[in-house]
């Protein structure tokens, strides 16, 4: 498994941007597909956005869709989520996980969390 911790997140207002960063501890991260997810208060936690190991292929929800853009930088074991646009719907915890790929979608590492909170 990797280590992962997210940051960035933060109190803006709609219209704002943000970038969030997930580090990621261990060697091995090159070889994880990584994805942000988001959990908004009395919600499920929803998929927002992920990308394979070399970052050739991306996958984003509908809801972020032309605003979010994920990528990452394998020399420094970093992924991130440029947001755009950012609307008070956005306002959750996200989440950084790391999967052995992103088309079969099972997450097994997760960060903790960062709040992003959108104001109108």
């Known amino acids: 498994q990797v280590q992962l911790v997210e940051s960035g997140g933060g109190l803006v207002q709609a219209g704002d941007s943000l970038r969030l960063s997930c580090a990621a501890s261990g060697r091995t991260f090159s070889s994880y597909g990584m994805g942000w997810f988001r959990q908004a208060p009395g919600k499920e936690r929803e998929f927002v956005a992920a990308?394979?190991?070399?970052?050739?292929?991306?996958r984003y929800a509908d809801s972020v869709k032309g605003r979010f853009t994920i990528s990452r930088d394998n020399a420094k074991n970093t992924v991130y989520l440029r947001m755009n646009s950012l609307k008070p719907e956005d306002t959750a915890v996200y989440y950084c996980?790391?999967?052995?790929?992103?088309?079969?979608?099972?997450?097994?590492?997760w960060g903790q969390g960062t709040q992003v909170t959108v104001s109108s």
């Open positions: 996980a790391a999967t052995q790929s992103i088309d079969v979608g099972i997450y097994d590492s």
């Open positions: 990308i394979s190991w070399s970052g050739f292929k991306t």
